[in-house]
């Protein structure tokens, strides 16, 4: 098998009406991506999605299953328990480097994040939209993980101020007052055992 240089992890629960943006949203990062200029390869980076699904009981699956005919780099993980999906998606990424998120974003901020750690940064992060580790970074946190993106941002960002290396961050260019007070809420689910409650609204 060729090397995957990013897996994007999507968790999904009742997301039938935006799960096609979502996955073609992500698909369209790896066009604004620039490789480090030690990278001997050239061209687009390989990506492979993995869309996990948390028992959806709406048409989510249905539709994940029409995007595997257009997308032949998505795989889709189902059946899973709330606030599992990130942890699964990060026991079955194949990338050097993990992205994380679950909802519709902006290519271009994706792919700089991306960016930031295929260059050699350990994360990247745009609060409450992008979740970007290396592997090894990823393995560590993410792999023990109950709960969703917010919840991974912060115990990503508690783990390196440990290790005193903070990550790449850009503000979102889309967050006003109330987005930014749910998405301080979402960061504190996991305190009160609700981590799994941590998703974005339908």
């Not at 989510?60 to 189902?78: E, K, P």
């Not at 792919?111 to 930031?116: E, I, K, R, S």
Request: proline share 5%; no cysteine.
């Amino acid at each position: 098998m060729s090397r995957i240089d990013a897996t994007v992890i999507i968790p999904l629960r009742d997301q039938e009406k935006r799960v096609a943006s979502i996955v073609r949203s992500a698909a369209d990062v790896a066009r604004h991506v620039v490789r480090p200029n030690d990278d001997p390869d050239d061209g687009e980076i390989s990506m492979e999605l993995v869309a996990l699904d948390e028992r959806s009981g709406d048409n989510t699956l249905a539709v994940l299953s029409l995007l595997h005919t257009q997308l032949g780099n998505l795989r889709t993980l189902q059946d899973l328990d709330s606030g599992t999906s990130i942890r699964r998606g990060a026991a079955a990424a194949r990338g050097r480097v993990w992205m994380v998120l679950d909802s519709v974003v902006d290519p271009r901020l994706a792919g700089w994040a991306l960016t930031q750690v295929l260059g050699g940064q350990r994360a990247a992060i745009v609060p409450g939209e992008i979740l970007v580790v290396d592997r090894a970074l990823g393995a560590t946190v993410l792999q023990s993980r109950r709960g969703g993106l917010v919840s991974s941002q912060r115990a990503v960002q508690n783990y390196l101020r440990l290790q005193d290396t903070p990550p790449a961050w850009s503000p979102s260019p889309k967050r006003g007052a109330v987005a930014k007070a749910r998405l301080f809420v979402r960061g504190r689910l996991g305190r009160f055992g609700m981590a799994w409650l941590d998703r974005p609204d339908s």
